[in-house]
């Protein structure tokens, strides 16, 4: 078969001349509309219990830090331009968030998701070049595989392109039974974008109503409002007070009118 005696020569001549034969691997290409379509459908997903090394090697575990609300961004240190933004603009409403729920309500980690190259070391120079320097906040390193089943429960999409690495920007919000519960797009993104979901799973979250606790966190759910001129988030009384006057409208109504239906009785009875 000449098909057949073609391939042994090409076969027999590789192996000669020492050549290794390598087949030849077609680069993915990235799509904005399919990363976007993966990132939303991972809503809902359940992280997995992944091990990574901090900026100090130090070994640490995922679930470890989902004792409260987790914030995730992926980046890889070596980017010039994306990343330090999205970085930045997560330090500026890490620092509102803090300002509105207190140091300890939530985590923040980001993790290098260029495993060979995002280093502990790496990490820790990125993290002091951006000024980012913030309690609860840590930089995070993983080998490939681990970077890679993340990025898959996060619906993370990177794709390596001549400049670096083709991603999303996308910052994820992690509620604290590990599922993700939101995405958050762009590098530059308003605050209230990301300080809103942390709101709803910090005073939100399974607390039931009868208890003290419950209603003051309610309270707060609501009345805890973003201000434009300031850029912070305050605590709004007249909201609260607008809803105490409206229950105590409501019932000083029902008074009037129960006091009317027993006089109404009570003229039937004698006429």
């Known amino acids: 078969m000449p098909g057949y005696r073609l391939t042994q020569a090409v076969f027999l001549a590789v192996t000669i ?6 087949p030849v691997k077609s680069e993915l290409k990235f799509d904005r509309v399919q990363a976007l379509e993966a990132s939303q459908s991972s809503i809902g997903n359940r992280l997995g219990d992944y091990h990574f090394v901090d900026t100090n090697n130090k070994p640490v575990s995922l679930v470890s830090y989902l004792n409260k609300p987790l914030v995730i961004s992926l980046v890889y240190t070596s980017c010039a331009d994306i990343c330090p933004m999205v970085s930045e603009t997560l330090a500026n409403a890490v620092d509102v968030a803090r300002d509105a729920f207190g140091d300890g309500s939530f985590n923040v980690v980001s993790i290098g998701f260029d495993a060979r190259n995002d280093t502990p ?11 980012i320097s913030i309690s609860g906040w840590t930089f995070l390193s993983g080998d490939a595989a681990t970077v890679d089943r993340l990025s898959r429960d996060l619906g993370f999409t990177f794709r390596p392109s001549p400049q670096g690495f083709d991603h999303l920007s996308q910052t994820s919000v ?5 599922r993700v519960y939101r995405h958050i797009y762009g590098a530059d993104f308003e605050t209230p974008l990301l300080v809103e979901p942390l709101k709803q799973l910090i005073y939100g979250g399974r607390i039931e109503m009868t208890s003290i606790d419950g209603l003051i ?13 300031s850029g ?3 605590f709004d009384y007249s909201i609260f007070i607008a809803i105490v006057m409206g229950a105590l409208s409501l019932s000083g109504i029902g008074i009037v009118i129960a006091r009317a239906l027993i006089a109404q009785r009570r003229a039937s009875r004698h006429a």
């Open 17 to 22: 001349l020492g050549l290794q034969a390598v």
């Open 121 to 131: 070391n790496r990490m820790r120079s990125y993290a002091a070049s951006h000024g």
């Open 174 to 178: 992690i509620d604290t039974d590990g």
């Open 217 to 229: 966190n309610r309270v707060k759910l609501f009345c805890t409002l973003y201000d434009p001129a």
């Open 232 to 234: 912070k988030y305050r």
